[in-house]
Protein backbone atom coordinates (compact mmCIF):
# COMPACT_ATOMS: atom_id res chain seq x y z
CA UNK A 1 0.00 0.00 0.00
CA UNK A 2 1.44 3.61 -0.72
CA UNK A 3 0.68 6.03 1.62
CA UNK A 4 -0.89 9.14 0.98
CA UNK A 5 1.50 11.99 0.88
CA UNK A 6 -0.28 14.47 3.05
CA UNK A 7 0.79 18.05 3.70
CA UNK A 8 -1.05 19.89 6.94
CA UNK A 9 -1.63 23.66 6.77
CA UNK A 10 -1.72 25.30 10.21
CA UNK A 11 -1.83 29.17 11.43
CA UNK A 12 -1.11 28.16 15.18
CA UNK A 13 -1.31 26.02 18.28
CA UNK A 14 -1.31 22.94 15.94
CA UNK A 15 -2.98 20.59 18.51
CA UNK A 16 -4.62 18.86 15.42
CA UNK A 17 -1.07 18.59 12.99
CA UNK A 18 0.28 16.81 16.10
CA UNK A 19 -2.49 14.17 16.40
CA UNK A 20 -2.66 13.78 12.50
CA UNK A 21 1.39 13.33 12.62
CA UNK A 22 0.96 10.53 15.94
CA UNK A 23 -1.44 8.82 13.63
CA UNK A 24 0.88 8.81 11.01
CA UNK A 25 3.87 7.66 13.08
CA UNK A 26 2.17 4.18 12.25
CA UNK A 27 3.76 3.15 9.19
CA UNK A 28 0.49 1.09 8.53
CA UNK A 29 -1.89 4.34 8.34
CA UNK A 30 -2.68 5.09 5.29
CA UNK A 31 -1.57 8.38 5.00
CA UNK A 32 2.23 9.90 5.80
CA UNK A 33 2.75 13.78 7.07
CA UNK A 34 5.49 14.99 4.67
CA UNK A 35 4.66 19.02 5.34
CA UNK A 36 3.50 21.45 7.19
CA UNK A 37 2.95 24.87 5.72
CA UNK A 38 1.90 28.23 8.38
CA UNK A 39 0.62 31.39 7.12
CA UNK A 40 2.25 32.75 10.89
CA UNK A 41 5.96 32.80 11.27
CA UNK A 42 4.96 32.28 14.81
CA UNK A 43 2.59 29.39 14.92
CA UNK A 44 3.24 26.91 17.77
CA UNK A 45 2.86 24.10 15.85
CA UNK A 46 5.67 24.65 13.80
CA UNK A 47 8.16 23.84 16.41
CA UNK A 48 6.30 20.68 17.14
CA UNK A 49 6.67 19.45 13.54
CA UNK A 50 10.24 20.31 13.61
CA UNK A 51 11.05 18.30 16.67
CA UNK A 52 9.11 15.35 15.03
CA UNK A 53 11.36 15.77 12.00
CA UNK A 54 8.88 17.26 9.74
CA UNK A 55 9.45 19.49 6.74
CA UNK A 56 7.85 23.36 7.43
CA UNK A 57 7.49 26.22 5.52
CA UNK A 58 6.04 29.54 6.50
CA UNK A 59 3.77 31.17 3.54
CA UNK A 60 2.54 34.61 4.64
CA UNK A 61 0.36 36.70 3.09
CA UNK A 62 1.79 40.40 3.67
CA UNK A 63 4.95 38.41 1.70
CA UNK A 64 2.97 38.27 -1.73
CA UNK A 65 1.28 41.47 -3.22
CA UNK A 66 -1.90 39.84 -3.98
CA UNK A 67 -4.20 36.99 -3.31
CA UNK A 68 -3.55 34.89 -6.17
CA UNK A 69 0.13 35.36 -5.71
CA UNK A 70 0.17 34.45 -1.88
CA UNK A 71 -2.53 31.21 -3.35
CA UNK A 72 0.14 30.02 -6.21
CA UNK A 73 2.53 29.99 -3.25
CA UNK A 74 1.10 27.52 -1.21
CA UNK A 75 0.26 25.65 -4.50
CA UNK A 76 3.91 26.07 -5.72
CA UNK A 77 4.87 24.49 -1.96
CA UNK A 78 2.29 21.75 -2.30
CA UNK A 79 4.44 20.62 -5.52
CA UNK A 80 7.19 20.94 -3.76
CA UNK A 81 6.39 18.67 -1.28
CA UNK A 82 4.82 16.09 -3.88
CA UNK A 83 1.32 16.45 -1.74
CA UNK A 84 -1.35 14.28 -2.81
CA UNK A 85 -3.78 15.25 0.42
CA UNK A 86 -4.12 18.61 2.07
CA UNK A 87 -5.53 18.70 5.59
CA UNK A 88 -6.58 22.56 7.39
CA UNK A 89 -5.59 22.59 10.83
CA UNK A 90 -6.54 25.43 12.69
CA UNK A 91 -5.85 26.97 8.77
CA UNK A 92 -7.51 30.51 9.86
CA UNK A 93 -7.46 32.19 6.15
CA UNK A 94 -9.78 31.45 3.04
CA UNK A 95 -8.14 29.77 0.31
CA UNK A 96 -8.92 30.96 -3.10
CA UNK A 97 -11.43 29.57 -5.34
CA UNK A 98 -9.17 28.20 -7.61
CA UNK A 99 -6.41 26.58 -5.38
CA UNK A 100 -9.79 24.69 -3.42
CA UNK A 101 -10.95 23.90 -6.80
CA UNK A 102 -7.70 22.28 -8.08
CA UNK A 103 -7.60 20.51 -5.11
CA UNK A 104 -11.20 19.73 -3.71
CA UNK A 105 -12.16 16.47 -3.05
CA UNK A 106 -8.14 16.17 -1.72
CA UNK A 107 -8.41 18.91 0.62
CA UNK A 108 -10.41 18.01 3.89
CA UNK A 109 -10.36 20.93 7.13
CA UNK A 110 -11.61 20.25 10.55
CA UNK A 111 -14.35 22.25 12.28
CA UNK A 112 -15.29 22.59 15.89
CA UNK A 113 -19.06 22.32 15.40
CA UNK A 114 -21.32 20.00 13.89
CA UNK A 115 -21.96 21.06 10.70
CA UNK A 116 -24.07 22.62 8.55
CA UNK A 117 -24.85 24.50 12.06
CA UNK A 118 -22.45 26.88 13.54
CA UNK A 119 -20.25 27.62 10.67
CA UNK A 120 -17.31 30.25 11.09
CA UNK A 121 -15.57 31.48 14.20
CA UNK A 122 -16.18 31.19 17.93
CA UNK A 123 -18.39 27.96 17.96
CA UNK A 124 -18.08 27.61 21.34
CA UNK A 125 -18.86 30.50 22.62
CA UNK A 126 -22.42 30.69 20.20
CA UNK A 127 -23.32 27.00 21.19
CA UNK A 128 -23.53 28.05 24.64
CA UNK A 129 -25.57 30.67 23.63
CA UNK A 130 -27.26 29.50 21.83
CA UNK A 131 -28.05 26.27 24.46
CA UNK A 132 -27.90 23.37 22.55
CA UNK A 133 -27.06 20.13 24.61
CA UNK A 134 -24.97 18.63 21.95
CA UNK A 135 -22.21 19.93 19.85
CA UNK A 136 -18.94 18.57 18.31
CA UNK A 137 -17.08 18.74 15.35
CA UNK A 138 -17.03 17.67 11.72
CA UNK A 139 -14.61 16.78 9.15
CA UNK A 140 -15.22 17.81 5.85
CA UNK A 141 -13.61 18.05 2.19
CA UNK A 142 -12.96 21.76 1.49
CA UNK A 143 -14.92 23.32 -1.25
CA UNK A 144 -14.82 27.48 -1.91
CA UNK A 145 -17.70 28.24 0.33
CA UNK A 146 -16.38 28.71 4.56
CA UNK A 147 -17.19 25.24 6.72
CA UNK A 148 -19.42 23.96 3.62
CA UNK A 149 -18.22 21.56 1.94
CA UNK A 150 -19.41 17.33 2.45
CA UNK A 151 -19.28 15.75 5.45
CA UNK A 152 -16.94 13.28 6.05
CA UNK A 153 -17.15 12.75 9.80
CA UNK A 154 -18.51 14.03 12.47
CA UNK A 155 -18.40 13.16 16.57
CA UNK A 156 -20.70 14.31 19.41
CA UNK A 157 -19.95 15.57 22.63
CA UNK A 158 -22.56 16.84 25.25
CA UNK A 159 -22.56 20.56 26.29
CA UNK A 160 -23.43 20.33 30.10
CA UNK A 161 -24.46 22.43 32.70
CA UNK A 162 -21.85 25.19 34.14
CA UNK A 163 -19.88 24.93 30.89
CA UNK A 164 -18.20 27.96 29.60
CA UNK A 165 -16.49 28.40 26.33
CA UNK A 166 -13.08 26.96 27.29
CA UNK A 167 -14.36 23.54 29.38
CA UNK A 168 -16.58 23.23 26.02
CA UNK A 169 -13.39 23.67 23.67
CA UNK A 170 -11.46 21.41 25.96
CA UNK A 171 -14.07 18.86 25.26
CA UNK A 172 -14.57 19.34 21.97
CA UNK A 173 -10.88 19.27 21.12
CA UNK A 174 -10.10 16.05 22.84
CA UNK A 175 -12.83 14.65 20.17
CA UNK A 176 -10.92 16.24 16.84
CA UNK A 177 -7.77 14.35 18.34
CA UNK A 178 -9.39 11.43 17.56
CA UNK A 179 -11.92 11.79 14.93
CA UNK A 180 -9.34 13.89 12.32
CA UNK A 181 -7.13 11.36 12.00
CA UNK A 182 -9.86 8.69 11.62
CA UNK A 183 -11.57 10.75 8.58
CA UNK A 184 -8.13 11.71 7.18
CA UNK A 185 -7.26 8.08 7.18
CA UNK A 186 -10.86 6.94 5.34
CA UNK A 187 -10.01 10.02 2.58
CA UNK A 188 -6.42 8.77 2.14
CA UNK A 189 -7.91 4.49 1.98
CA UNK A 190 -9.76 5.70 -1.03
CA UNK A 191 -13.33 5.07 1.47
CA UNK A 192 -14.73 8.35 1.59
CA UNK A 193 -14.35 10.47 -1.46
CA UNK A 194 -16.44 13.64 -2.80
CA UNK A 195 -18.43 13.15 -6.04
CA UNK A 196 -20.87 15.60 -7.20
CA UNK A 197 -20.15 17.67 -4.31
CA UNK A 198 -21.34 14.69 -1.90
CA UNK A 199 -19.15 12.31 -0.25
CA UNK A 200 -19.20 9.13 -0.56
CA UNK A 201 -18.63 6.55 2.15
CA UNK A 202 -17.25 2.79 1.48
CA UNK A 203 -20.41 1.18 2.53
CA UNK A 204 -19.78 -1.64 5.38
CA UNK A 205 -21.67 -4.80 5.24
CA UNK A 206 -22.88 -4.41 8.88
CA UNK A 207 -23.76 -0.98 8.60
CA UNK A 208 -27.58 -1.55 8.26
CA UNK A 209 -27.20 -4.05 11.59
CA UNK A 210 -25.68 -1.53 13.74
CA UNK A 211 -27.82 1.69 12.69
CA UNK A 212 -30.26 -0.22 14.26
CA UNK A 213 -28.71 -0.52 17.39
CA UNK A 214 -26.78 2.29 17.85
CA UNK A 215 -27.75 5.21 19.91
CA UNK A 216 -24.61 8.06 18.79
CA UNK A 217 -25.51 10.18 22.32
CA UNK A 218 -23.33 11.29 24.93
CA UNK A 219 -22.93 9.16 27.50
CA UNK A 220 -24.97 9.96 30.37
CA UNK A 221 -27.90 9.21 27.57
CA UNK A 222 -27.04 6.29 26.20
CA UNK A 223 -28.45 3.73 29.06
CA UNK A 224 -30.75 5.89 30.66
CA UNK A 225 -34.77 4.89 29.63
CA UNK A 226 -35.96 7.19 32.75
CA UNK A 227 -37.58 10.57 31.25
CA UNK A 228 -37.42 11.96 34.18
CA UNK A 229 -33.81 11.11 34.94
CA UNK A 230 -33.18 12.14 31.43
CA UNK A 231 -35.10 15.65 32.29
CA UNK A 232 -32.60 16.45 34.91
CA UNK A 233 -29.34 16.08 32.87
CA UNK A 234 -30.78 17.94 30.18
CA UNK A 235 -32.11 20.89 32.08
C1 LIG B 1 -9.48 23.52 16.23
O1 LIG B 1 -10.52 23.65 17.15
C2 LIG B 1 -10.02 23.29 14.85
O2 LIG B 1 -11.20 22.58 14.82
C3 LIG B 1 -10.26 24.70 14.38
O3 LIG B 1 -9.22 25.46 14.91
C4 LIG B 1 -8.71 24.82 16.08
C5 LIG B 1 -7.27 24.59 15.81
O4 LIG B 1 -6.60 24.07 16.93
N1 LIG B 1 -10.37 24.74 12.94
P1 LIG B 1 -5.19 23.40 16.74
O5 LIG B 1 -4.28 24.45 16.07
O6 LIG B 1 -5.34 22.18 15.91
O7 LIG B 1 -4.71 23.11 18.13
Not at 22 to 34: K, L
Not at 91 to 96: D, E, T, V, W
Request: neutral net charge.
Amino acid sequence: MSRKRTVVLISGRGSNMTALIAAASDPAYPAEIVGVISDRANAAGLGIAQSRGIATRVIQRADHPNKDAFDAAIDAALAGFGAEIVALAGYMRILGRGLVEKWQGRMVNIHPALLPAFKGLDTHARVIRAGVRIHGCSVHFVTPEMDDGPIIAQAAVPVMVGDNEDTLAARVLKVEHRLYPLALGLVAEGKARMEKGHTVLAHFADDADNATSVVMAPDPLREETDLEQLARITP
